[in-house]
């Protein structure tokens, strides 16, 4: 399967400011990636589907001025939390659909926290 | 929309067999997966499944039943080890997984 390498695991950053966060693919050519987040105790939710050399599509209610996603080479997609807030904190997850039977690989996560 | 059902909670003790069922209701369904996620960790996939039956894969087993929109994963002789949260993950026609709330498992010595 794909091997999924992402960065930063953890972040923490003052209200107002970015944070990027990559995700890499390191043995698969990837032309679309996935961006999760993820609350305390609850379920992974698709945030947005990023396609490598064009926009991402969002999930409806997911901002797309403020979770930029930039895939611009078939192993890195990243996403920028812009003008952070603390209610952005979370778990951000990437992933890549790689191996059989849509076995599809996420990487580390990211925690985010925003102070 | 997709929705997906599972309990929130179980509790088993150590080298008992514990079934955790999903119910699902989508549109342009492909198949039913289940990953294991450990506190702070990232989701593993466990299994697949496409076609109705049951898939076995060492301890762990996975069920669909597509004319349910029913699905069940079984983990056999369980371990210390397996105290994590399960998802249960539908795979649709637009290649993202929709997850399930996902249900926490408590393995007991």
């Known amino acids: 399967g794909a091997v999924v390498s992402q960065h930063p695991s953890r972040v923490i950053c003052k209200s107002g400011t970015s944070v990027k966060i990559e995700c890499r693919s390191l043995d698969f050519q990837a032309t679309t990636m996935f961006w999760y987040r993820q609350f305390p105790k609850k379920s992974l939710m698709l945030m947005a589907t990023?396609?490598?050399?064009?926009?991402?599509?969002?999930e409806q209610g997911v901002e797309k001025d403020k979770f930029l996603i930039n895939h611009a080479s078939l192993t890195l997609s990243t996403l920028t939390v812009t003008s952070a807030h603390p209610e952005d904190s979370s778990f951000y997850i990437c992933s890549v659909e790689g191996g059989a039977n849509y076995g599809y690989t996420f990487g580390s996560g990211t925690r985010l926290t925003v102070v | 929309g997709q929705s997906l059902e599972q309990p929130s909670e179980v509790t088993a003790v150590e080298g008992a067999i514990v079934q955790i069922n999903c119910t699902y209701q989508?549109?342009?369904?492909?198949?039913l997966s289940w990953y294991q996620q450990h506190d702070g960790g990232a989701p593993t996939f466990l299994s697949y499944n496409a076609l109705d039956g049951l898939e076995e894969t060492g301890r762990f087993s996975s069920f669909l039943s597509r004319s349910d929109s029913y699905g069940y994963l079984l983990l056999q002789e369980l371990q210390m080890k397996d105290s994590a949260s399960y998802f249960c993950a539908v795979v649709t026609g637009r290649r993202a997984l929709t997850f399930g709330s996902g249900t926490r498992l408590q393995v007991q010595p």
């Open positions: 989508t549109s342009g369904f492909y198949g």
């Open positions: 990023s396609n490598e050399g064009s926009k991402a599509t969002y």
